[in-house]
């Protein structure tokens, strides 16, 4: 809880003082995510599966600083819902993730109606699930980072006050969540670690409100 509270401090700190330069919005879209391997072990066998891309969403809000020259700065504050999937055997599970992110990215724009930036995106992941299968009743999560840090680079047009951009997202803090499964026959119970560290591709559309009077 901690950590949120300084997710929404920061996005608050970016934006205190800088009224007159300010411009603000609401933002949504879409992601097509994948994260990093699932381990499966019991006693007798160990499987790696390869993570397969699967579409989530974004709501939020997001704010735009404004710079000398060309630049600016946009802090966001951002709910996440991702999803990617696992198959093996002809058995499916999908993971799923609730995330409060803050990005904060530095941008530069072009000729009036377009837009370059990157930067950085800090989470905070409220809820990590892995999904039963054919052959595992229940899957209960034991343990997960809730803390991550990744980077973003993307473009963007605006039409006035609504606007849309693209932008690619890496994780760069490695982290995991490990999970245990019970057998539909009551056999050993089976370990599971999943490498949640991800890549998405973000598709994202917003409005602003205006610009506030200095």
Request: hydrophobic share 35%; net charge negative.
């Given at each position: 809880m901690k950590k949120l509270i300084l997710l929404v401090a920061l996005f608050a700190g970016m934006i205190h003082g800088h009224a007159q330069f300010l411009n603000w919005g609401v933002k949504g879209g879409i992601n097509y995510n994948s994260n990093g391997d699932l381990r499966?072990?019991?006693?007798?066998?160990?499987?790696?599966?390869?993570?397969?891309?699967?579409?989530g969403y974004h709501l939020g809000l997001l704010a735009e600083i404004k710079l000398p020259l060309f630049l600016y700065i946009r802090p966001e504050l951002i709910y996440t819902h991702t999803e990617s999937s696992y198959s093996s055997g002809g058995e499916r599970t999908r993971l799923k993730m609730d995330k409060i992110e803050a990005p904060v990215l530095l941008g530069f724009r072009v000729l009036r109606i377009g837009r370059f930036f990157f930067g950085p995106s800090f989470q905070y992941i409220v809820n990590t699930d892995?999904?039963?299968?054919?052959?595992?009743?229940e899957i209960r999560n034991l343990d997960s980072d809730d803390f991550t840090v990744s980077g973003q680079v993307g473009i963007g047009l605006n039409f006035g006050r609504f606007g849309a951009d693209v932008r690619w997202e890496s994780g760069f803090t490695e982290s995991e969540a490990d999970f245990i499964g019970d057998s539909i026959d009551g056999d050993n119970p089976v370990a599971l670690n999943v490498d949640t560290s991800h890549q998405q591709f973000i598709?994202?559309?917003?409005?602003?409100f205006g610009k506030s009077k200095k």
């Open positions: 499966a072990t019991d006693f007798s066998d160990f499987a790696k599966i390869g993570s397969g891309e699967e579409t892995l999904s039963p299968t054919e052959s595992l009743d598709l994202s559309f917003y409005w602003k």
